[in-house]
């Protein structure tokens, strides 16, 4: 008899059985699920994921013959016996299509695609998979506790078994290995790191900034060596070494606890360039993966792509790197998604160091599932997560809900200290100031930086300010003139040439810019304190000179996404003595989350989903994902025709479709709200494409200085 098949290369001339395919993806599986205790329950998964090819209709289907379901049948041989296999069946019947929602075991029917409905449908039969003999296991005690628990493990087996489906298919169908992995050993980067961090401490310094950043850095690499893997806060001032001293913390604790890889959670995209630039030029560019939308090795096509970036390619899709930087955006919703392509890096966040730079800015209205998610990953899966920032969210609480036996530990120990010693500027409040006073105020000064709330705003202000030297900056220019304004802002501001810079808060998010005084419009004290950052930066300055002015603008109310914010800082101003200060920031976030209650803490019910279910369906793993997105502001992309952007939308209009063309387009893009895409649309200033998004074909209302006109015709509308 035949040996039934799995695979047959695109040349025809090898075949890959259907035995050797599951052995092969059993051993990768296994491998991956080691780490967190699932090594057996992953080879079982493995082993039956791909039985119903031992059908007739699938040997048909490699003739050329009808497409054939092949996962139901693994499903349902995971959901036979007394003790069912359930989070295996969801991995093996979701391992082309996604994870299913389960449905209800009642109601469910054979044709509605969830759990339940698939272990009724009618399958072809798959006799020879007899030839298999599967794995005595059983997930962990703990993978069935919880509901959180349940479906968390249940992803994590997914992601081990679409990763290891997807690499020896891969292998065979290549005919080789793919070129995955052969980074350098973390102990080499660490001594990379090691030398780097002896210079600093071996230099001499009369600036308190440079011995209180040394202090931090002695700190993180002493509790990295020695510290148990676990849940870790790093509380230090904007501007006093985190980033630097967190990649030492990594590193050590990676070595002491023979960690795989070290990840770099960044909250906006528009730093992680800058982030994983410092890394590749201490580590090596090809020990850093820097994981985002608009990365350059994936805005090529294949075939154009060096060894290196090919390299790189194929890392971002499990994150096989020794040191991944990536967004906040792809960490947490690859977290809660349920598609193979987004979920087959899961497995090797397992057995990592996981840094959250900037902690303070996860979503409020997500925070239970960011929360959980993290917990899940200490408890079970053999991470440390580490919470960077400046202003450091008061989670304890949340944390105790989700691992009552994980403590939240301080990695530097009087944070109180530290912060005295590194204030380098002094707050004050300038009160009510009408347009008018405020761009007095800036024309006064020859370096300044003011941070406004409306991108309107931002423009006003700078169309009042001395053409030489003045930038805006704000989401209505493309990526690609931020980046190249920024560079002009250091450089002037290195070089003592007038820089006045007015900016949305999208400044704040760890650029590094270093300003002799600062203006922030009324907002909540994170952002106050992340405004502040920029000001004196490297304490070259004194603290009374160096001036940070908060003030509220005539005739601008608080925008409504703030006021919460405004609130807490105001109860904040009336529990501590200085607003820049540990016991001011703790009291800032307690209220910041009370005022808004748990609920708002999780807007889309994701948790009681996974652990309710949703209209009888239970663990609507499909629907989770569907409804988990950080970023839900309702925008529209209008894509520019300036620069290189003017090639990349005249491709789009000849009809040209692909990822790489529109990564490309996304440093020549802005995202419009729908009252002004409405506006400029009305003006006859678009030409609309057929995904919803538009190309700007009127550009006299671009300007590569102040971006995208908010005033179209009539000028009405306020946007932010």
Known sequence: MEKALAHISEDGTRTQTVYEHLSGTARLAGAFAAPFGAKEEAEYAAWL????????????????GATTDHSTAGAQEAMKGCAPHVQAAFAVAGHHTGLPDGGNKRAADSADGTLFGRLKKPVEPYDGWREVTLPQSAPPDWANRDPLDFAFFTRMLYSCLVDADFIDTETFMNGQAAPRGNSTALSSLLEKVRTKAAGYLAAQSTLPVSSQRNAVLRACMEKG??????????????????????????????AAQGMKRVIYVIPYMSIIDQTAAVFADLLGAENVLADYSCADYKSLEQEKLTPAQYRQLLASENWDAP????????????LYANRSSRCRKLHNIANSVVIFDEAQTLPTSYLLPCVSAIAQLVRHYHATAVLCTATQPALEPYFRQFAPELPLQEIVPD???????????????????TLEALTSQLCALPQVLCVVNRRKTAQEVYAALPA???????????????????AEIRQRLRESLPCRVVSTSLIEAGVDVDFPAAYREQCGLDSLLQTAGRCNREGHRSVEESLVYRFTLEGCGVPQMLRQNVHAMQYAAGCAAALDSPEAVRAYFKELYFARGEAALDTSSILDALRKGISGCIFPFAQVAEQFHLIEAP??????????????????RSGTVSRTLYR????????CYAQQF?????AGALEPLPNGSAILTDRTLYDPKTGLSMDVETGKGLFF
């Open 49 to 64: 994921h791909d039985i119903g090819k031992y059908s007739t209709a699938f040997q048909q289907r490699l003739a050329g």
């Open 225 to 254: 060596a020695h510290g148990a893997p676990g849940l870790y806060t790093l509380t230090v001032p904007t501007g006093g070494g985190k980033t630097f001293a967190s990649l030492a913390f990594a590193l050590e604790q990676a």
């Open 323 to 334: 040191v991944v930087v990536t967004t906040a955006v792809q960490f947490f919703e690859s």
């Open 415 to 433: 944070t109180a200290t530290l912060y005295t010693t590194l204030r380098r500027t002094t707050l004050c409040d300038a009160g009510e100031l």
């Open 468 to 486: 030489e030297g003045s930038y805006c900056l704000t989401t209505l220019l493309c990526a690609a003139d931020r980046r190249r304004q920024l």
């Open 635 to 652: 925008t529209r992309t209008v894509y520019l025709p300036v620069g290189e952007g003017k090639g990349l939308c005249d491709q789009l």
């Open 664 to 671: 490309k387009l996304g440093a020549y893009s802005v995202a």
């Open 678 to 682: 409405q506006a400029l649309e009305s």
